[in-house]
Each structure stands twice: as structure tokens, then as C-alpha cells.
């Protein structure tokens, strides 16, 4: 038992010798990374297709047609409604001092509707994002002087955290000159509903000594409360088009502050001894707990963006994006009435830029109305495990077709993204990621004939 109560009095420095002892580690369908076995999981970045084309950028950029999920202010300059659903594809090699393994995963990526109150001033967005994810499978084989035979070490887990959204944006001040070069300042605001459920099992057995008792730990943490976030977004032409050239640029700033709120939180836990000639059979219950009561504090993150929006006199259009967002996990904290667990995690930062190109806006030559993009991304982690910090960084490549490159008639579009990128690091014992992303989106708007949520005055 001695060694049990080691394991459940310091949860967090065991997790941390689980990853760098390790000596082999396996992965199953529905790994998502060995590192979200920490705290809620690994965090999502809530960003659409096309955001993803550009690094993951974009905080400033916006399209009357297009949805932007990581500024809410932007949905108040939507002149059309928007449908819009994604997906991600993840295909993954883990590499290790030991060996290495591959692994695939696919996660809904967004669900989301958004549509004009009031066109180009006043618009409303719903939908559905992960906020975390959990998925991991890590087995390790444990040599202590003070365990003369030596044990093994599983944990594994699966589920994570998503967000039912409500959002709404609103222009508060424009000034439009009479060649229709509009300056303009919009709020926003949405509130996030939280929910969804954290499985994680942990086992310690002794093979070697068929008299050790092994334990098992199932728990169970379900999460359900509400957080918000607000958002800024300004435009200005600092290039004007004039009746002599329909060439001008546009300067777009944005900025997103998520709170830091307090999410109510359940935990069931199950911990039990067991025989390996037994197998899984409980021989004694040490801990028996139906939803406890408890609150995790998440950390409140703060994001800036600016964007370039450049449209020559022969239509080509280029658009320049750069983020930089800074989110407090150093207070992330989590507590069960009498149990408070430390996690120790540093803030994370993230810095990301890309470019968009269009060839020719409005033409009939399907390919000229095609958008190209590319990007690079550099995430520092809320971990730093043995002195290193776990870093994700990558490039990224975009295009978005239109379904009909008639664009009076429609603005729907497909969007298809991919990045490339490594996170974490093998030295001293740790875990690094290579990886490909791939996200295929679907955005729908409206036919000029068949307008959505409008009431036809005549059958």
C-alpha cells in the first residue's frame, strides 16, 4: 500500500516519470497525442479551414462570406448567411529512444451557422467546436531498488471537452466616403457552453511477484458550465480606390480575450487491488467515489491579430495575416472538495502568419478564382517536462474552390488545408510528433433565388 498512496499523493511528478522512463510505448486508433494525458487534454485551436491554410492565423482577417471562429466581432460584417462543417484528419509518427509507431486519427473540426440580423452590421453565429482533446495509450516498464522485481505502468485515456457556441457581433461605428471606402470598428461577444467527458485508467502490476497485489484506478470527470469570450475588430482603407483605379488596401486589427473562468466539474473514481493470476478481478476496494463535486479553473487567453488586405487594378488579391495569442495555464487549477491537484503547467504562446492569393476576383477562368494560401506556426505548450519545453511548429498550404465560380450566383466553396509539422522533442526520453494535418471543409451561402430564414410574400 505504500506505494499506492506514493502514486496518488503526487499524481503529477508520476505522470512525468511515466513519460521520460519510458521504455515502450504503443498507440491505439484513437490516439490523439501521449501528451494529453495532462491536465484537461490537449488544447484545440478553434479555427476554420482556411484559418488553418494560414498557419492558423487570421484573428484580423475577415470575408463578408466567409466565417472567421477565432473573432467573434467579424460575424457582424456578414452580408449573407453561412453554413459551414469541417473535419481533421491526423496521420502521426511517434518516435521515441526506444522505437517509433504510426498512428491516425479524425475529429469533427467545426459545425457552425452564422446569418445577418442586420447585413453588414448586425450578425448572429451557433455552432459546435472541441475545446480539448484526450487520447492516449502509454505502457512502461519500471526498474526501482526499492521494488526488487521490478512493475509496469499503464495509463491510457480518452474523451475531451467541446463548446456549444452562441455569438453575436455588432458594428458599433463606420464612415463609408462616396467610393464606398469604409472604415469601420465591430464588437462581439460569445458564450461558450463547456461539456464532455474525461476517461483516464491507470494500472500498476508486478509481474515478476505473484504475491504483489496491483492497483487499478478508473475516473471518470464530467464537465458542463459556461465561459465567454470578446472580441474587437477594426478596418481601415490606407490605400483608397478612386474612380481612375480600383486598386486599394486595407488595414485590418483584431483582438480576442477569452476568460479565465471556473468550469463545475464531476469525478467518479474506482481504485482496486488485484492479483495478475487473477487477472482484473477486484480483491479490494480502496477508493469508491460517485461524482464528486469539484471545480477547474481554465486560463484566460489573450489574442492580437493585424492583416493586409491588398486588391491590385487587375484583381489579384493578396492577403497578409499575423497572430500572436498568450494564455495563462501557470493558473489553471483543478479541486474535488478536500482534494486540490497542482498541475505545474507554464503559460503557452503561439505566433502564426500566412498569406493568401487569389488570381483574378470575379473572373470566369475557374482557376483564377481559386485561393492559394500558405503559413507557419510556432505553439509553445502549456509542458515543459525534464527541463524541456514541448513546442509545436509546422507550415502549412490552402486552397479554397468555389462550387460555382459564378459567385454572383453563390459563394459556397470547398476548403482543403494541410500542415505539416513536428511537437515535442525525443531528448531525454520524451516523445516527438511528426505529423500531417489534412482538414476538408464545406461552407454553403445562399442562392441569389433562395434566400435562407426569409419568408416568401407570394407561394
Do not use: C
Not at 125 to 135: D, E
Not at 260 to 281: H, P, T
Amino acid at each position: 500500500m505504500k506505494f499506492f498512496n506514493q502514486i496518488s499523493s503526487n499524481k503529477a511528478l508520476v505522470l512525468i516519470a511515466l513519460i521520460t522512463s519510458m521504455s515502450a510505448v504503443y498507440g491505439q486508433a484513437d490516439l490523439t497525442s501521449p501528451y494529453s494525458l495532462f491536465g484537461p487534454g490537449l488544447p484545440f485551436q478553434r479555427q476554420t479551414v482556411s484559418q488553418a491554410g494560414v498557419g492558423g492565423s487570421g484573428i484580423a482577417l475577415f470575408d463578408s462570406y466567409k466565417m472567421n471562429l477565432g473573432n467573434p466581432a467579424t460575424v457582424a460584417l456578414h452580408y449573407e448567411p453561412i453554413f459551414e462543417t469541417s473535419g481533421k484528419s491526423t496521420i502521426s509518427t511517434y518516435n521515441t529512444n526506444a522505437g517509433s509507431f504510426d498512428n491516425k486519427s479524425f475529429i469533427l473540426n467545426n459545425l457552425s451557422l452564422s446569418f445577418p440580423i442586420k447585413r453588414g452590421i448586425w450578425g448572429l453565429s451557433i455552432g459546435l467546436v472541441p475545446y480539448s482533446v484526450v487520447g492516449y495509450s502509454v505502457q512502461s516498464n519500471i526498474t526501482d531498488e526499492e521494488v526488487s522485481s521490478g512493475y509496469n505502468l499503464e495509463y491510457s485515456g480518452d474523451g475531451g471537452i467541446s463548446q456549444g457556441y452562441l455569438g453575436m457581433g455588432y458594428r458599433i461605428w463606420s464612415h463609408t466616403d462616396t467610393l464606398g471606402n469604409l472604415s469601420a470598428l465591430s464588437l462581439g461577444g460569445t458564450l461558450n457552453f463547456n461539456f464532455g467527458t474525461i476517461d483516464s485508467n491507470r494500472k500498476v502490476d508486478f509481474p515478476d511477484d505473484i504475491n504483489a497485489l496491483g492497483i487499478n484506478i478508473q475516473e471518470t470527470v464530467l464537465v458542463r458550465d459556461v465561459s465567454f469570450d470578446l472580441g474587437v475588430h477594426f478596418q481601415k482603407n490606407i490605400l483608397r480606390h478612386t474612380h481612375q483605379s480600383g486598386r486599394y488596401m486595407k488595414l485590418m486589427l483584431g483582438a480576442v480575450y477569452t476568460m479565465g473562468n471556473d468550469l463545475k466539474a464531476d469525478r467518479s473514481e474506482f481504485a482496486y487491488s488485484f492479483r495478475d493470476d487473477f487477472g482484473l478481478v477486484p480483491r479490494d476496494t480502496i477508493i469508491n467515489t460517485e461524482a464528486e463535486r469539484g471545480r477547474i479553473h481554465m486560463p484566460q487567453r489573450l489574442s492580437f491579430g493585424v492583416g493586409l488586405d491588398y486588391v491590385t487594378a487587375q484583381k489579384a488579391r493578396y492577403r497578409f495575416s499575423a497572430d500572436y495569442a498568450q494564455e495563462a495555464w501557470s493558473d489553471y487549477t483543478v479541486s474535488y472538495q478536500d482534494d486540490a491537484l497542482d498541475f505545474d503547467f507554464n503559460d503557452a504562446s503561439r505566433l502564426s502568419a500566412g498569406i493568401e492569393y487569389t488570381p483574378m476576383m470575379g473572373s470566369r477562368k475557374y482557376f483564377k478564382v481559386v485561393e492559394y494560401r500558405a503559413g507557419v506556426y510556432y505553439d509553445k505548450s502549456n509542458l515543459n517536462l525534464e527541463g524541456e519545453d514541448i513546442v509545436d511548429r509546422g507550415m502549412s498550404f490552402g486552397l479554397t474552390m468555389p462550387i460555382n465560380h459564378r459567385r454572383a450566383i453563390s459563394r459556397s466553396s470547398v476548403s482543403i488545408s494541410t500542415q505539416y509539422g513536428q511537437s515535442g522533442t525525443t531528448n531525454k526520453g520524451l516523445i516527438e510528433e511528426d505529423y500531417w494535418r489534412i482538414y476538408i471543409g464545406f461552407s454553403f451561402t445562399p442562392h441569389v433565388r433562395n434566400r435562407w430564414f426569409i419568408k416568401p410574400k407570394y407561394d
